[in-house]
């Protein structure tokens, strides 16, 4: 019997949980517009603020703090509505990079928390700048708090802890005033024009608790003991293969292989073959040819950050399925080596 498909790409989005699922078929019964003052109106402006705690609770902030908004990128894109320059981490989410700006005093650093392609968690540098964080990554894997991390501004994207997909906020601490963005409406308080889109509100609301539950249960320590494993399980069938960031903070999921010469979308082609779902790369780019910038900023050539293998696990992958895709994964590589000799 063919063994079922794995899928080791959570990095990229994360399975619908059933709290989100069952959160958004409510929501859909719920006719009202949330600006709308009459019952059915106030009906779906409940749902929406109960989001609002939910995700300010995951996240460590207050509920004021969240503005809802299409996703992380769209979040990001506050950067370009702020004054002065804008120094971006190298190895930061294009969704940051992209707002890069040089000019003259010190402005504002755009930092990713928690690398999407490695997994090294590192913290910004306290240098009295304001600081937007990416944590995109971080929510539900790691303990954070905003209220605690020193940053002015965060983004978050529901789809990468077990929401749906196209739904986000930007966190902004007391006090920090933003322009609103886009133009047009006074939903979000005057910060963020547009109707809420209250279905996804409501399920990211409901992924938000039910992951925060999964942090504070330890069910992320037993990810990590299953990414250890598969990861000693690489390294003893001896590939030549470097794994990224081994010995430093990562999250707990997350193992980015690098095999010089052999192509990152070559590996996943063949692993999508096999049975496995895994990334050359973050999503939003690994589609096209091209080396890791966030390697290449790590001081890997242009050959290795072109030979990049990221496989994301989360809670339920299994040891033995892990096992399975070590030992499929390292056959492959064997292979390869047999041929070029």
């Known amino acids: 019997m063919t063994a079922p498909r794995l899928y080791l790409d959570w990095n990229a989005s994360a399975p619908l949980r059933a709290e989100a699922r069952a959160a958004m078929a409510a929501a859909m019964d719920v006719a009202g517009n949330p600006s709308s003052v009459?019952?059915?109106?106030?009906?779906?402006?409940?749902?929406?603020?109960?989001?609002?705690?939910?995700?300010?609770?995951?996240?460590?902030?207050?509920?004021?703090?969240?503005?809802?908004?299409?996703g992380a990128t769209e979040a990001a894109a506050v950067l370009a509505r702020l004054a002065g320059p804008v120094e971006v981490d190298p190895t930061a989410h294009d969704c940051l990079w992209a707002h890069r700006r040089p000019g003259e005093g010190r402005g504002?650093?755009?930092?990713?928390?928690?690398?999407n392609e490695t997994g090294i968690v590192a913290e910004?540098?306290?240098?009295?700048?304001?600081?937007?964080?990416?944590?995109?990554?971080?929510v539900g894997r790691v303990p954070f708090s905003f209220a605690w991390s020193g940053a002015e501004m965060a983004i978050v994207s529901a789809h990468k802890f077990g929401g749906p997909k196209g739904v986000g906020a930007l966190i902004v601490r007391d006090g920090v005033e933003v322009p609103a963005g886009p133009a047009g409406g006074g939903q979000e308080l005057g910060r963020r024009a547009g109707t809420e889109n209250v279905i996804g509100i409501a399920g990211m609301?409901?992924?938000?608790?039910?992951?925060?539950?999964?942090?504070?249960?330890g069910v992320w320590e037993g990810v990590r003991a299953v990414r250890d494993a598969f990861e000693a399980a690489l390294e003893a069938g001896q590939t030549g293969t470097t794994i990224v960031g081994r010995g430093g903070v990562r999250l707990p999921n997350t193992t980015c292989m690098v095999t010089p010469g052999w192509k990152g979308e070559t590996q996943v082609m063949l692993m999508d073959l096999a049975g496995y779902a895994v990334s050359a790369g973050a999503a939003c780019s690994s589609g096209k040819v091209r080396a890791s910038r966030v390697l290449a900023a790590m001081g890997f050539d242009a050959t290795e950050a072109a030979s990049a293998l990221r496989v994301s696990i989360g809670p339920g992958t299994g040891r033995e399925e892990m096992l399975r895709f070590a030992e499929a994964w390292t056959a492959a590589a064997r292979r390869r080596t047999a041929k070029a000799a």
């Open 124 to 138: 910004p540098p306290a240098d009295g700048r304001p600081v937007l964080l990416d944590i995109v990554q971080t």
């Open 108 to 115: 504002i650093l755009a930092w990713g928390h928690a690398n």
């Open 205 to 217: 609301g409901a992924a938000a608790e039910a992951a925060a539950r999964d942090l504070a249960d």
């Open 38 to 70: 009459h019952a059915e109106g106030r009906a779906a402006r409940a749902l929406v603020e109960k989001a609002r705690a939910q995700v300010a609770a995951a996240v460590g902030c207050k509920p004021g703090e969240v503005i809802f908004t299409s």
